[in-house]
């Protein structure tokens, strides 16, 4: 069984003048060990369709199930906190706080000891390949492909089994990208993560083990 299932799920913006159909009536099973590509032209319904998977919005109809159950039943803070983790082309990492800081933040928020938050923070930015060097620094001060590490590591310290990258690698050049791309395979294949990348660039696609194609809200496997 998949980790996460969407049961014909629709989602539309609507505003004073217009209603924008952006998801229409989506199934889809992610799958832990797998990375499962979405590619898809712009405005097609990827990062909509994401947050969706994120519990960032709720479906309009149809149903999202987290390990079997309802996520409408999960407290989204919850399911957004402890269940899936979101990584952004921007890396969305606080300015304001080292790389320390910043991977210890939300284990803080979710009230663990800042003794052991450290501890877990330092274990995941080594594991990305990063040093403890890098712990005392400003993102600032890191090049854009170790600030995606960071952005990981972060996500990966909350202990969710599944990570969801919208255009993980769109800020990065060729070389920086293959290593996050490497990274979120390893993450995928040798801890068993359900990785989810949705992305323009077709070498992605071509690397991940599931591929799926959004056109003008609708998703079909390719
Ligand atoms: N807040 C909003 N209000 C109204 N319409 C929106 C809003 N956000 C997105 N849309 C519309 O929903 C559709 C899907 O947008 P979405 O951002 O999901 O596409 P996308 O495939 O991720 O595009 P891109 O690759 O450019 O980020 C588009 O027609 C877009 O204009």
Redo the contacts with the bound molecule.
């Keep these: 069984m998949g980790i996460l299932k969407l049961i014909d799920v629709s989602y539309s913006?609507q505003?004073q003048y217009q209603t924008?159909h952006?998801v229409k009536n989506v199934n889809l099973e992610i799958e832990q060990g797998k990375v499962h590509a979405i590619i898809?032209?712009?405005?097609?319904?990827?990062?909509?369709?994401l947050s969706l998977m994120a519990g960032l919005t709720l479906p309009k109809s149809g149903d999202i199930l987290y390990e079997g159950e309802s996520i409408k039943k999960i407290r989204l803070e919850e399911y957004r906190r402890d269940k899936a983790s979101v990584i952004y082309q921007t890396f969305n990492l606080f300015p304001l706080m080292t790389v320390l800081e910043n991977v210890i933040f939300p284990l803080e928020l979710k009230g663990m000891k800042h003794s052991e938050a450290k501890e877990i923070a330092i274990k995941h930015i080594e594991s990305v390949g990063l040093s403890k060097d890098h712990c005392k620094r400003f993102p600032n001060m890191l090049s854009g492909g170790e600030r995606q590490r960071v952005a990981i590591a972060r996500a990966l310290a909350t202990g969710s089994k599944l990570l969801l990258g919208d255009e993980p690698t769109g800020s990065l050049d060729v070389a920086n990208g293959d290593i996050v791309v490497k990274l979120l395979t390893n993450l995928a294949h040798k801890d068993n993560l359900a990785v989810v990348i949705?992305t323009?660039d077709l070498s992605i696609a071509q690397k991940a083990d599931v591929v799926f194609q959004?056109q003008d809200?609708r998703l079909s496997l390719m």
């Design positions: 913006y505003n924008v952006a898809g032209k712009s405005g097609s319904g990827k990062s909509t369709l949705v323009h959004m809200g």
